[in-house]
């Protein structure tokens, strides 16, 4: 069963876009699926990542990484998280 990656994002959001595209090409090395959320759908979920967007987050509520998405800094954290 693949693991499966929430991607925190909104509309017209470039950093947003860049992310995602970045985050799809590890599919090719990595084994997960993604579920992208829209911050502005849950009240709760705008508060918490309103200036933090994208937000990759693991199952288990880890932050993979946000912002200004990294290669780099989310091959660490999938490797971390995809031999526990």
């Known amino acids: 069963m693949k693991t499966t990656l929430t991607f925190y994002t909104k509309k017209d959001c470039p950093l947003c876009e860049g992310g995602l595209a970045l985050l799809l090409s ?13 911050i502005y759908r849950n ?5 918490k990542y309103q200036i933090r967007i994208p937000v990759v987050e693991a199952e288990n509520g880890a932050v993979l990484d946000e ?18």
């Open 26 to 38: 590890l599919q090719e090395e990595y084994s997960f699926q993604v579920e992208e959320v829209d």
């Open 67 to 84: 912002g200004i998405l990294s290669t780099e800094t989310l091959k660490h954290n999938l490797n971390k998280l995809l031999t526990i």
């Open 43 to 47: 009240e709760a979920d705008l508060e």
